[in-house]
């Protein structure tokens, strides 16, 4: 499709297969949603991988099958900038924003739903962010890989017409909503990272992009790659993060968050006081997100260990609930939410869709942007260190009873309103 301009941001869909590796015999299927400023000048990217309650179509595979004519393909309805629609945040830093969709599971009924603890997604995530940054808005990435082999020249004239970050920017934060955010985690750790956990694991990480199914043209495996053309993480931001585990399918996501527990990076974790998915656990959904139990094991205790320096922090919204991030409603998301289903909700009427819990996170989304990458307050031309982003604006606004009088937060034992390690002598 052309890109789709609306006012001074443009909105495109890509299309593109992915081997995870040149040894791997797998591909997936993956469509990203993008908006980026008409002036192709964005300075930094969000790439949000969303959660698996939204969009299902029993008729996958037909729509399949007249896609091939008709160039539609039925991965784009699952529609996560629909429902994650924080534009908004996005215009106000001149960044740009995407959104990841892949096709894990391939079956009758839900052929795109991935219900978690898949390393793969967040790999998906990467690749796709690092595909923006190189590439820009375009399918025919052999094109300009042509020109490249041609003429650095007819390259560098050519590449204009698609890349929309400033030159030389390649930063990235890295977010999403329920699994996706727990999947988020592994795109989060980098490129290096992921192929060092991947080699240990058996996720091996050297992705080659592919254009079609048949007779396709092919990437060099991102290993190739210059530095600058990979996604530079440079922030994480988790609603409500689901992790999963799954004997032989789905491993879970704590290698990730015990590597992220050593990245100088800014973290920033969101729950809900009425959300179970992710607070709550169960045999396959485990470690909860966190808990105010300093004993038991979560995600937030993997990424911030005691007497470790993760820069990781965790914020408790009241009456916050696991849908009500979304900018429109799901029927099936708002399933998670129900009191026959969620006993944390009982009695405390928890956000819905489209409501105040949606605009709060728009407005964090925005305030993070504004502090990402961190830099020092002494010296803002240098990078700054954990007790610079404690005192970032995105901090200072959220770390408040009521920040941009929107809602409450539920304050932790001593008052404050974000939780860390080391908490309250890490920084003077």
């Known amino acids: 499709m052309n890109p789709i301009r609306i006012y001074d941001y443009c909105f495109d869909r890509i299309h593109l297969w992915i081997q995870y590796d040149r040894k791997s015999i797998g591909f997936i299927e993956v469509v990203i949603e993008v908006f980026y400023p008409s002036a192709r000048n964005a300075e930094g990217l969000v790439m949000f991988s969303?959660?698996?309650?939204?969009?299902?179509?029993?008729?996958?595979?037909?729509?399949?099958?007249?896609?091939?004519?008709?160039?539609?393909?039925?991965?784009?309805?699952?529609?996560?900038?629909?429902?994650?629609?924080?534009?908004?945040?996005?215009?106000?830093?001149?960044?740009?924003?995407?959104?990841?969709?892949?096709?894990?599971?391939?079956?009758?009924?839900?052929?795109?739903?991935?219900?978690?603890?898949?390393?793969?997604?967040?790999?998906?995530?990467?690749?796709?962010?690092?595909?923006?940054?190189?590439?820009?808005?375009?399918?025919?990435?052999?094109?300009?890989?042509?020109?490249?082999?041609?003429?650095?020249?007819?390259?560098?004239?050519?590449?204009?017409?698609?890349?929309?970050?400033?030159?030389?920017?390649?930063?990235?934060?890295?977010?999403?909503?329920?699994?996706?955010?727990?999947?988020?985690?592994?795109?989060?750790?980098?490129?290096?990272?992921?192929?060092?956990?991947?080699?240990?694991?058996?996720?091996?990480?050297?992705?080659?992009?592919?254009?079609?199914?048949?007779?396709p043209r092919y990437s060099d495996r991102m290993s190739e790659w210059k530095d600058e053309e990979r996604a530079k993480p440079v922030g994480l931001l988790q609603f409500s993060p689901v992790d999963q585990q799954i004997p032989l399918f789905a491993p879970g996501m704590q290698a990730y968050r015990e590597a992220l527990s050593q990245k100088p990076m800014p973290i920033l974790m969101i729950v809900g006081e009425c959300d179970c998915a992710c607070l709550d656990s169960n045999a396959i959904q485990k470690p909860p997100a966190w808990s105010p139990d300093p004993s038991v094991t979560s995600q937030f205790s993997q990424l911030a260990p005691p007497g470790g320096s993760s820069w990781a922090v965790v914020a408790n919204v009241e009456r916050g609930s696991h849908c009500g991030y979304l900018t429109a409603d799901s029927p099936l998301c708002s399933l998670a939410d129900g009191q026959d289903q969620c006993k944390r909700s009982v009695g405390k009427n928890p956000y819905k869709a489209c409501g105040e819990e949606s605009v709060f996170s728009t407005m964090l989304l925005k305030e993070l942007i504004g502090s990402c990458p961190v830099k020092s307050r002494k010296d803002p031309s240098v990078d700054g260190d954990f007790c610079d982003w404690l005192n970032s604006g995105c901090l200072k606004w959220l770390d408040s009873k009521n920040p941009g009088g929107i809602l409450n937060m539920v304050p932790f034992p001593d008052g404050s309103h974000i939780d860390y390690s080391g908490k309250p002598n890490r920084c003077p």
């Open 50 to 215: 969303h959660g698996f309650l939204i969009g299902n179509d029993p008729f996958f595979y037909l729509k399949k099958i007249t896609g091939a004519f008709t160039g539609d393909n039925p991965l784009f309805g699952i529609k996560p900038s629909h429902y994650y629609n924080y534009t908004q945040a996005i215009v106000e830093r001149n960044w740009a924003m995407a959104c990841v969709s892949a096709s894990h599971l391939q079956f009758e009924g839900v052929p795109w739903l991935d219900f978690g603890g898949n390393p793969r997604v967040g790999q998906d995530a990467y690749a796709a962010a690092s595909y923006l940054i190189k590439y820009g808005a375009t399918d025919f990435f052999y094109k300009l890989d042509d020109h490249k082999r041609h003429s650095t020249k007819a390259f560098l004239e050519e590449i204009k017409k698609y890349r929309f970050m400033k030159p030389g920017c390649n930063n990235v934060i890295f977010a999403g909503h329920s699994v996706g955010g727990a999947h988020a985690q592994v795109a989060a750790c980098g490129f290096d990272t992921m192929n060092k956990i991947g080699q240990q694991t058996g996720y091996t990480f050297d992705p080659v992009m592919y254009d079609r199914e048949f007779l």
